[in-house]
Each structure stands twice: as structure tokens, then as C-alpha cells.
Antibody, heavy 119, light 110 residues
Framework: QVQLQESGPGLVKPSETLSLSCTVSGDSISTSTYYWAWIRQPPGRGLECIGGVHHSGSSYLHPSLKSRVTISVDTSKNQFFLTLTSMTAADTAFYYC????????????WGQGTLVTVS | QSVLTQPPSVSAAPGQKVTISCSGSSSNIANNIVSWYQHLPGTAPKLLIYDNNKRPSGIPDRFSGSKTGASATLGITGLQTGDEADYYCGTWDTTLSAGVFGGGTKLTVL
């Protein structure tokens, strides 16, 4: 059974940088055919794609966040990471890490999510 | 404003059928694969439909997906109170080179 677990601070000050990690079990990031992604949900709003990465080096970032986001991988620890700079109140959201197919045909495993508040 | 358009809410009685629409464009739905998710507050979204119309193991056949052109539809038959949740469609957007989701539809089972 594939499991993902986010970890990181629940509170970030405006203008600071958010760093989240996602620990994967039940699948190996270094050999998986899947992409490893970050998705967020601001309070009262819908899901927003942040970006994703494949162990081959292929990656994508949503244009609206591209200038502030880095997604990286540590295959030795089977973890991947999100860094989001210059945080504002608009970045307050539940942040989910997840796994999706290469064709973006379905995001089949998600972490439980972590609430990040900017204040 | 979400790239994909869903109705904010739908409702139906237990045992009835409901459909949830997801409208996009040639940049996304028309030329890419659609998936659907069920989301209860405080929990991880659950994949209901992948590859437009396939159900993952464990998802009952009460849930179905279809796609025509730049629109997709999620169907739920035999509604149960446990189906009350937010439902999202998702796909790839070729112009944005990123995933996109609908704004979500809240299902109420009266």
C-alpha cells in the first residue's frame, strides 16, 4: 500500500519561505513510473496544482507559482520537497503531496494534507 | 477562477442519480485525460475515476465517468448519504503545462 505523509511548519510569517517534505512508503521514487506532486487547497476554494517531478528529471510547475516554487527529490530518503518563497496570506492553504500517472490520468495516492497558515 | 468549470452544488434524494459536469477547452479536457475525485473536509481526496472512465479497485460501479469533446461528466447512481462530499474533476492543461482542477461541486443527498 502506497502512503504519503507531509511534514513541515503549520505557521509561516509573511515574506518568509515555506519548506514542506513528503515521505513516501510503498513505492520507490527512484524507480517509479509515477510523478510526485504538490497540490493545495486554500480555505473555501478548490484544488490547485503546484507542480510535480519525476525521478528522470522531468518536472512541471504551475505558471502562477513558477517564480516562487522549487520541487526537489531525495531518492536516498524516498522523499520529495516543496519550497515556496515570499509567502503571503493568499498562500494559506491545505498542502497535499500526491502521486499521479505520467499522463496525468489520475492522482491515485494522496497524503492527509497539512494546513499552512501565513500570519 | 478555475480553468475547469463545475456547478457549485447539486442535490438529489437517496437512491436517485446525479450527474456533475466539468467544462473545459481544447487546451485541457478535449485533448487530455480526465479524472474525478471525492473530497471530504479534513481528509485526502479519493480518486474515483481515472483515464476518463475507469474505476480504481474498490470504487463501486455506482460511479461512472464520460467525456465528450471539451466536457466531462461524473455520474453517481443509487445515491447514499455517505456520498455527500465535494467532487472535483482534473486534467492536464497543454497551454499551462500543468495540471488543472475544477472549482468543485458540493453534493447534497437530501
Amino acid at each position: 500500500q502506497v502512503q504519503l505523509q507531509e511534514s513541515g511548519p503549520g505557521l509561516v510569517k509573511p515574506s518568509e519561505t515555506l519548506s514542506l517534505s513528503c515521505t513516501v512508503s510503498g513505492d520507490s521514487i527512484s524507480t517509479s513510473t509515477y510523478y510526485w506532486a504538490w497540490i493545495r487547497q486554500p480555505p473555501g476554494r478548490g484544488l490547485e496544482c503546484i507542480g510535480g517531478v519525476h525521478h528522470s528529471g522531468s518536472s512541471y510547475l504551475h505558471p502562477s507559482l513558477k517564480s516562487r516554487v522549487t520541487i526537489s527529490v531525495d531518492t536516498s530518503k524516498n522523499q520529495f520537497f516543496l519550497t515556496l518563497t515570499s509567502m503571503t496570506a493568499a498562500d494559506t492553504a491545505f498542502y497535499y503531496c500526491a502521486r499521479h500517472s505520467g499522463s496525468y490520468g489520475g492522482t491515485d495516492y494522496w497524503g492527509q494534507g497539512t494546513l499552512v497558515t501565513v500570519s | 477562477q478555475s480553468v475547469l468549470t463545475q456547478p457549485p452544488s447539486v442535490s438529489a434524494a437517496p437512491g436517485q442519480k446525479v450527474t456533475i459536469s466539468c467544462s473545459g477547452s481544447s487546451s485541457n479536457i478535449a485533448n487530455n485525460i480526465v479524472s474525478w475525485y471525492q473530497h471530504l473536509p479534513g481528509t485526502a481526496p479519493k480518486l474515483l475515476i481515472y483515464d476518463n472512465n475507469k474505476r480504481p479497485s474498490g470504487i463501486p460501479d455506482r460511479f461512472s465517468g464520460s467525456k465528450t469533446g471539451a466536457s466531462a461528466t461524473l455520474g453517481i447512481t443509487g445515491l447514499q448519504t455517505g456520498d455527500e462530499a465535494d467532487y472535483y474533476c482534473g486534467t492536464w492543461d497543454t497551454t499551462l503545462s500543468a495540471g488543472v482542477f475544477g472549482g468543485g461541486t458540493k453534493l447534497t443527498v437530501l
